[in-house]
């Protein structure tokens, strides 16, 4: 990846096209320019790594991703939902994850299954926020299962 004849982790991982990058934390402005004029000394030498290296301050780093992240929340429009129809929500969400869940236990329990090719589901980026949201409608609802 250094030479630039590989692609990065990240690039193999997720499809995005995002450019990975590398930002170094640090405590002061100072700090952040005197690494910066150390990072482009560098940067002369290794013009061919495609790697973008920059240091910023800890305000300066979460102004940078707050800025970077799309507020879902604020672009979704608001729906009305019967309380039944949220109750069969979560309902639904309780079956899959239990379903889920055991699905998992057996295969831990019995690995001759999985070579056998019966794949180990794992947990998604999803699946855990559909369980966040069903946690938070039963809490909306009064219910703790």
Known sequence: MAEGTHRSYYAQKYPDECTAGLVL?????????????????WRK?????????????????????????RPEAEADPKISINRSELKLTCAFVTEVT??????????????????????????????????????????ALGHSR
């Open 25 to 41: 934390l640090v405590h002061s402005e100072e700090r952040a320019s005197k690494l910066g004029e150390v990072i482009a000394e």
């Open 45 to 69: 030498v290794n013009r061919a790594v495609p790697l973008v290296v920059r240091p910023l301050t800890f305000p300066q780093a979460a102004a940078h991703l707050t800025g970077r992240l």
């Open 98 to 139: 239990t379903t889920f869940k055991a699905v998992r236990h057996y295969l831990r329990a019995n690995p001759t299954v999985r070579a056998q090719g019966c794949p180990y589901p794992e947990y998604t980026h999803n699946f855990e926020r559909m369980v966040a949201l069903v946690e938070s409608f039963r809490g």
